[in-house]
Every structure is written in structure tokens, then in C-alpha cells.
């Protein structure tokens, strides 16, 4: 089984290189947000609880992702891969963990199936040029009353990342398995590093 967490802040374009390496690996692209998205849409008593925490941007409470998170580690409950497959091969995980309790987590999951991470890429970019860039692009292209909603969503979901998820860089730094790559070049170009580091731990094992 391989498994690759892909770090960056909101916009910094993980869901992008993540359906990059599912296309050219088979590995399966696991997106917690889209996850819940589906259970929102979805209308279930999980997604009603959370209508209101996705939408303002803020996280999601702990337990509630490493419940869904433990399935694909086990291999044997995924809304995101029926009948299992790809996730018994391994898989990308682009939104999780988003803080260190749920590193943690993962960890202990991952001792429990003998498994562990082979990368954690993190996309860096310069959060204020990335805000103003998605900021502009939000005004465009819709009115000023829903501009104004989103970007302070977007606001708030920057300062979430800064206050918890940033903390899992020194943790992943510290087990030797953090790579960085400059997030604020051109996607080709990221695409190409990031496979450049998948394979080079490939080439090293």
C-alpha cells in the first residue's frame, strides 16, 4: 500500500496535483472535503450537522474525519471507493489530516496495519498573494453581496489553516518525511517536481 498527503493552504492547488498522481499512478484520490460535500448534499444527519461548519470555512471536528479516514485505512468502508479497491492499493489524501491530533491518529491507525506514509508534499505559496489572486478571481466572477460572503469565508479558511494545520510541517519535518515544493509556479511545473519526488523515493527504496 502507498499513501502520500498532500500539505498546502486552501487554493494552493492539492486537489489539482492529486488527480495528477491518481491519473498517471492508479492510486486513489481521498478528499475529505468532498466527502462531506457528499454527505451534505446528500442530505444525511452527518451532512445537516455539518451544512453550517463547511460553509463558514471552519473545520470539521476531529473524530468525525478520522471515523471516515480509519474505513480507507482498513480497507473495508470508503465513500469515495466502492468495492475497495483502490484503497487496499493505496491511496492520496488531499485534505486530512488538517491538524496534529489528527496526524496522530493516522499514525496509530497505520501501525495497526503495519502500513506507513511515503510522502508528505507540501505545495508552499505565499498566502498573501494566493488570497489576493482568489480574491480578485471571487469578485469576478460572481455579485458583491455573495464576493464579499466568500472571500471572508476564504479569510477565515486561511487563518484556520495558519492557526492548526501549519503545525504539521515541523511534525512531518521531524519524522524525515516532509518534502516542500514552491506551490506558486506555473501547475506543469509542479506536477513535474511532484513526481519528481514521488519517484526518487521510489528509485532510493
Known sequence: MKLIILLGAPGSGKGTQALQIEKKTGLRHLSTGEMLRA????GTDLG?????TLEQGNLVPDE?????IRGCVRGDKCPQCPGLEACRAGFILDGFPRT??????LDEMLKDQNREIDDVILLDVDESILFERIERRIRENAGNKRADDNARTLKNRLEIYTRAT???VPYYEKKGILRRID???PID?????VFNVINRKKSAA
Open 100 to 105: 496534529v491530533p489528527q496526524a496522530e491518529a
Open 166 to 168: 501549519k503545525p504539521l
Open 64 to 68: 468525525v474525519i478520522i471515523d471516515i
Open 48 to 52: 445537516k450537522e455539518l451544512a453550517g
Open 183 to 185: 506551490g506558486m509556479r
Open 189 to 193: 511545473q509542479v506536477t513535474d517536481e
Open 39 to 42: 454527505e451534505v448534499e446528500a
